[in-house]
């Protein structure tokens, strides 16, 4: 088994993390070395709930700051073992997010007398259906373990802090019509024509753009996936137009589902997936004192992350990593080693004393 | 095998040849039985390829009439045995077209003196893809035993002769665009919104009513098919709409197609499916012998059938027969034994002497 050196260089760190296989469901190895990794540390209570690994310090700090991180990776797609090119470090997870994992891993082994208290959770099945997800586990069996003050997601984000996130609503448009051979078109009713209208108004929707704290939320509405017909000579008698609503953190989703009610006033709608954004929540002391020690700059993080999972604890939660997001998921994957270094020095100042 | 009374009421034949199952690719048993009765009848030269039967008369009449009529059903659908209620016959078959080649074996067997020269073809496989059609193989094998005046081909239409038919034409338009996240939506261009001026266009256009040779033909431009869509948060690259277009005879596959071009100016149209429909052609002189023994009416033929198979080869061509073409393909298939009768004493008068 590889075993982990937490006092190293979080990009070497980073490389062995890479070489160890985790495509979510299999994160047995990777989780055990983690775990044992911890388990040398003098100052960490450590434990393993499925494959996840918990690791906490109890210094009685007045404030707690939690950091989180995924463990597993989407499918190997030719991009694997690491390849390290100068500054570079190519391969499956670099961005998404081992690098991330790295400089928390490193944290824990080296900031032994932090200025708040510390809670680790590396985690399984981040990147798979939300009932798999280990932090869901941990959030419904050891909620404990996810209390504190701050909570820093360390998903990619070009090693800036990007603060809150946006919300997601998927809805289902249907129409229904009657079904007619097309040589009689005119003793049916074409329920594809019927999503002329949704259609349009979706073509000409304008999105807002929303500051809170400071930030800008881009929102946006998308059709993705249509889907009707019958056969090749037959008026359809149903179709179905799936829109993705992704709105700023200031709608509830409740207030989301009526404004899309309002925009498909008069149509047939069901949301068939919601989750809630989260409030930047940059005012809490301890999100403060994150930001100052980065520099002072945030930006909005305006896709879904477990960092809303946070939020809905009551905490102020941030994504901080290492990494550009748009490669996650991509052949390509790959971040710099320099800007994993950057993120664990920011981290450093902000969690040491 | 069940033997075949040509002789008997074309009723009791349409009761028989229901009671043959034959969907299609299964004719074997059909047309072994029809061959068989065809081939008692000495004024017949009788002809049988593959699941197909021919037979013809050769008086040196100077006018040859050719009824055509496929042997084989849709699957059975709980509607075998056939069921006799007073006047009505349910089943499968009964009405496509059972009825109309019990009404064909009939004059086959009865009318040993016919004013014009007679043929006879009863084919397989018209109920599946058009490259298995038994009338197509004859017109690429035995192109000779097609030849005439005027054909007859006894598909349902109510007892009403049915002249011509509409052409029928399929065209995909193709919308493009560029993928994105959906939390980055103005990153990519969705193509299902890219449907939306098309689409408008589909459902306001106005179909045309054509008068030709007295028959109204009434136009269609329906959607049959949309899809599109990669996963719930990505912009999709592509959406495609698949539109079916029933054209009136006087408009040629390649007129039809630069209206399409003008209708759907300025998007992506390729053409996946086409059959030419079929000018009605009463003038010609058996075809206007045919309507004034069916009482001086006709209508319309509105569906595509093999009418315009003959069409094709530059006959005149109608259809006649009996039962209603709306019950064709359903479980309720059900005709009336007044309607067989009243089709076999319209050609016995016109076919006789």
Redesign the interface.
């Known amino acids: 088994m590889t075993r982990l050196d937490l006092h190293a260089d979080p990009v070497d760190i980073a490389c062995a993390l890479v070489d160890i296989p985790s495509v979510s469901g299999d994160e047995a190895v990777i989780a055990g070395a983690v775990e044992s990794a911890l388990g040398r540390e003098a100052h960490l209570e450590v434990e393993r709930v499925g494959n996840t690994v918990l690791a906490m310090t109890n210094l009685g700090r007045p404030e707690r700051v939690v950091l989180a991180g995924h463990l597993d990776t989407v499918p190997v797609n030719e991009n694997l073992p690491l390849r390290r090119e100068g500054d570079v470090l190519h391969g499956l997870g670099t961005v998404d997010m081992k690098g991330g994992d790295a400089v928390f891993l490193h944290l824990a082994g080296t900031v032994t007398e932090p200025a708040h208290d510390l809670t680790f959770v590396f985690y399984d099945c981040e990147e798979v259906e939300a009932a798999r997800n280990g932090l869901g586990r941990i959030e419904r069996e050891r909620p404990d373990w996810l209390r504190g003050d701050l909570a820093i997601v360390g998903e990619p984000s070009n090693a800036v802090i990007e603060a809150g996130c ?1 919300g ?1 609503m ?1 809805i289902e448009l249907r129409c229904t019509g009657k079904r007619a ?6 003793m049916g009713v ?1 329920a ?6 949704p ?2 108004r ?2 000409e929707y304008r ?1 807002r753009d929303v500051e809170i704290d400071g930030l800008t939320y ?1 929102e ?1 509405l ?15 008698d149903e ?1 179905v ?2 829109v ?1 609503f ?1 709105f700023a953190p200031d709608r509830t989703p409740e207030r989301a589902e009526r404004h899309l009610r309002e925009v498909f006033d008069g149509f047939d709608l069901s949301v068939v ?1 919601c989750a809630a954004g989260a409030l930047p929540g940059l005012s809490a002391p301890a999100a403060a004192g994150l930001i100052e020690a980065a520099g002072g700059k945030a930006a909005p993080k ?3 992350t477990d960092v809303a999972r946070f939020a809905a604890l009551g905490m102020p939660a941030v994504n901080f990593g290492p990494g550009d997001p ?1 490669l996650a998921h991509t052949r390509e994957e790959h971040v710099s080693a320099t800007e994993i270094r950057q993120v664990a020095q920011v981290l450093h100042h902000f969690l040491g004393k």
């Open positions: 946006q997601t998927r051979h097309t040589a009689r078109a005119w074409n594809i024509h019927g999503l002329a209208e259609l349009r979706l073509a999105a881009r946006g998308q059709a993705v996936r249509i889907g009707g017909g019958v056969a090749g000579n037959v008026v359809p179709a137009l799936t993705n992704r997936d305006l896709g879904w748009t």
